[in-house]
């Protein structure tokens, strides 16, 4: 949960009510969010980063997986393009800057990106809090190289893609 407190900010109409039935089946729980919310308190982790400071987290668990070959090299090979370039971008951002950034401890940091990588799947929600930064497009392409890289794109349990019916404006 990135930036998202689901109980309170839904749109689905269910109240976020899916997180705590699938939290009873067993999903653990990363919770990047400086406030603390029901969900952050029974987060595995809880990463209170300053404010703004997500692309610089992000980056630094790129940085992680890719570094410890943590990535799903198959998806990467496949469906990806500038993979190389991608890991050159982020040894710019190793988890030790981030940590002095983000204002967070350096291994709460390593910790997460070697459970949201080997959790098989896995899936990101974010919500308005990246959007609404200054830097939210950059969050965001983080973000989703962290899917992709994980090979969590289109997989039942990760970030399944919607299709859109050829009929349908």
Not at 10 to 24: C, L, Q, S, V
Not at 93 to 119: F, G, N, S, T
Request: with cysteine; net charge negative.
């Amino acid at each position: 949960l990135w930036g998202k407190e689901p109980l309170e900010s839904n749109p689905d109409g269910f109240f976020g009510h899916a997180i705590i039935d699938i939290m009873k089946r067993g999903t653990r729980i990363i919770s990047i969010d400086p406030r603390v919310n029901w969900l952050s308190t029974r987060a595995d982790y809880h990463l209170r980063l300053r404010p703004g400071t997500d692309a610089a987290l992000a980056m630094a668990m790129l940085n992680v997986i890719i570094e410890e070959d943590l990535y799903d090299h198959d998806f990467v090979e496949v469906w990806t393009y500038g993979f190389d370039r991608l890991a050159e971008r982020v040894r710019e951002m190793p988890p030790e800057k981030a940590a002095e950034i983000c204002r967070l401890k350096v291994e709460d940091i390593y910790a997460a990106a070697r459970m949201y990588a080997k959790a098989k799947p896995a899936g990101i929600l974010w919500g308005l809090a990246i959007d609404h930064q200054t830097n939210g497009v950059q969050v965001g392409q983080c973000l989703i190289s962290l899917m992709a890289i994980t090979g969590n794109i289109d997989v039942p349990g990760g970030q399944i893609l919607a299709s859109v019916d050829a009929g349908v404006a």
